[in-house]
């Protein structure tokens, strides 16, 4: 049972360059979420999907996109990346978008956009 | 506009001794707050949350107070441990933002042997 995993750890992007953020739950959650985490600055929300199917916009969308491919899947892709997105990046999973339900997060993917 | 802020950056205390971080929000439709840990190179891990039909709340050497007048929320740990040592996160959440948390800038806590 390995929780919430992300791939990769560690990438290195010049500015124009497009990249796909991997994330994937083995705990049959229905919801799903993507955060930024810049220093100072807390996480904040992406992107996230309240049940396989759908996403919706959060705090900070703009440069990004999102695929929830299947119920266990959650993509997040920059299209053409900005030393801006330079930053930590969380997925996290719960069982369902009602407040009390625990976010379990992945490790992280810490991204430089040179 | 920063709606759940963490004001003291860092917190040093010794072994055994209280912790307490606070957390102030300015939002009056967050009616559900949460602290998040997180250690370096992990992903935040939840450790106690609090209604606000509550003042509240206990799990074991962790304590969540909440002061809706004053809107402000702390966590208390007592007794202090080294293996405390960690970044810790105050978030918040509408009942109507299905799971969408708004999370402070964290504090990082130190507990010295």
């Known amino acids: 049972n390995a929780g919430v995993t992300q791939t990769p750890k560690f990438q290195v992007l010049k500015t124009g360059q497009s990249m796909t953020l991997q994330c994937a739950q083995d705990?049959?959650?229905?919801?799903m979420y993507w955060y930024r985490q810049d220093p100072g600055m807390g996480l904040r929300l992406i992107y996230y999907s309240a049940s396989e199917g759908t996403t919706d916009k959060g705090e900070v969308p703009n440069g990004y996109n999102v695929s929830r491919l299947n119920k266990r899947e959650f993509s997040l892709r920059l299209e053409s990346a900005a030393p801006s997105q330079t930053s930590v990046y969380f997925c996290?999973?719960?069982?369902?978008?009602?407040?009390?339900?625990?976010?379990?997060f992945g490790p992280g993917t810490r991204l430089t956009v040179l | 506009d920063q709606q759940v802020k963490q004001n003291s950056p860092s917190l040093s205390v010794q072994e055994g001794r209280i912790s307490i971080l606070n957390c102030d929000y300015t939002n009056s439709m967050f009616d559900y707050f949460l602290w998040y840990k997180k250690y370096p190179a992990e992903g935040p891990t939840f450790l106690i949350s609090i209604s606000s039909i509550k003042d509240k709340n206990e799990d074991g050497r962790f304590t969540v107070f909440l002061n809706k007048s004053a809107k402000h929320l702390s966590l208390h740990i007592v007794p202090s441990q080294p293996g405390d040592s960690a970044v810790y996160f105050c978030?918040?959440?509408?009942?109507?933002?299905?799971?969408?948390?708004?999370f402070g800038q964290g504090t990082i806590l130190t507990v010295h042997p």
């Open positions: 705990m049959n959650h229905n919801s």
């Open positions: 978030a918040a959440s509408g009942r109507t933002s299905y799971g969408k948390l708004t």
């Open positions: 996290a999973s719960s069982e369902s978008g009602l407040v009390y339900n625990e976010q379990f």
